[in-house]
Antibody, heavy 124, light 106 residues
Framework: QVQLVQSGAGVKKPGASVKVSCKAS????????MHWVRQAPGQGPEWMGW????????KYAERFQGRVTMTRDTSISTAYLELSRLRSDDTAIYYC?????????????????WGQGTLVTVSS | DIQMTQSPSSLSASVGDRVTITCRAS??????LNWYQQKPGKAPNLLIY???SLQSGVPSRFNGSGSGTDFTLTITSLQPEDFASYFC?????????FGQGTKLEI
């Protein structure tokens, strides 16, 4: 069965960076786009961007450009999200989410499997 | 960017009721509209993709409709496990933004 298992929660100081991992199993990791979504307390989800695990290409939401980096290690089926220059309003649960679209064919993008979420708290 | 507006923000209903949640896009997004359910402390769960296609394993009481700018999620005969938050999401172009959500309460 498809599973996405994320790294554990953490507390970071303003200005620091955080790196969250997402280990995939139960499917061909390089076969599906992977997205990162965050959700601040009491708010709706916010899409941050995607990575094509096959090619390594990425697409980031404009508001995170320059602060976000999405990478992957295909040898261990793991995607990574790194967010730098953290601010207090970056406090949120960060999710990885698999796209039902494959990396060779994409008709109707939607996020069919999600990680359990990683709480990142930014506080001095 | 295309904005997604959901209504209502909260909704009270009873077991057995039929409820409808709406999502409006600020521009035409064809059928690139998904619906998710989220329970407290859990990740969102895909219910409907492409505006009206039921995700595998989702009960048939969930129904999505609409195209262009106006979309609806209808839940017929509410069950106790349906009390949760619901979000729409557009995937016509990036950013794949979400609505602000509808909290469905007993």
């Amino acid at each position: 069965q498809v599973q996405l298992v994320q790294s554990g929660a953490g507390v970071k100081k303003p200005g620091a960076s955080v790196k969250v991992s997402c280990k995939a199993s139960g499917y061909t990791f390089t076969g599906h786009y992977m997205h990162w979504v965050r959700q601040a307390p009491g708010q709706g989800p916010e899409w941050m961007g995607w990575i094509n695990p096959h090619s390594g290409s990425t697409k980031y939401a404009e508001r995170f450009q320059g602060r976000v980096t999405m990478t992957r290690d295909t040898s261990i089926s793991t995607a990574y999200l790194e967010l730098s220059r953290l601010r207090s309003d970056d406090t949120a649960i960060y999710y990885c989410a698999r796209d039902r679209c494959t990396t060779t064919s994409c008709a109707w993008p939607a996020f069919d499997f999600w990680g359990q979420g990683t709480l990142v708290t930014v506080s001095s | 960017d295309i904005q997604m507006t959901q209504s209502p923000s909260s909704l009270s209903a009873s077991v057995g009721d039929r409820v409808t949640i709406t999502c409006r896009a600020s521009q035409n997004i064809a059928n690139y509209l998904n619906w998710y359910q989220q329970k407290p402390g859990k990740a969102p769960n895909l219910l409907i993709y492409a505006a009206s296609s039921l995700q595998s394993g989702v009960p048939s009481r969930f129904n999505g409709s609409g195209s262009g700018t106006d979309f609806t999620l209808t839940i017929t005969s509410l069950q106790p496990e349906d009390f949760a938050s619901y979000f729409c999401q557009k995937t016509y172009t990036t950013p794949y933004s979400f609505g602000q959500g509808t909290k469905l309460e007993i």
